[in-house]
């Protein structure tokens, strides 16, 4: 089964290749985080396809297709420049990442909570909390912990 860390290497090695869009699994763990980063401006789009391109009209998930479908993220570029630098997996399955509010506020703030390096200015992280899927921000605004799941800037 798919999981954050995979995405987080296909988002990666998509902006490196400098294409235009990419596909990845359709899970809701995928389309909350590719929301997180549409939200944040690091992708231009989020589309529902199937693995030859993305859905011209709306096409429902069936026991049929459902092998089939993918999220198609349009990668966005500033003057030919990624405007995602680096995305990577904070919590992998060998070792997940659980913070407390009071351990996101000090992340938040650019220092170092538990072994997790803090947030540079730009950075975001995103968390998976008891109100889903999250940025950092407003997670610590709805006073949320969660797991960290990565990071990117």
Known sequence: MPRHY???????NGFAARLRRIAVPDTK???AISNVLYKEG???SVNRGDHVQ???TYVPTTPDNIATR???LELKYNNDEPVLKKMSAVSKPSKKIVMKVEELQNLAAGNRSQFIKGLQPGEIAILTTNYGVLELRDAL??????EVLCRAI
Request: proline residues 4%; aromatic residues 8%; contains cysteine.
């Open 6 to 12: 995979d995405l987080c290497a296909r988002v990666q």
């Open 29 to 31: 763990m995928n389309l």
């Open 42 to 44: 690091f992708i231009a």
């Open 54 to 56: 993305p859905d011209t």
């Open 70 to 72: 993918r999220l198609w």
């Open 141 to 146: 605004e709805k006073g949320a912990g969660g």
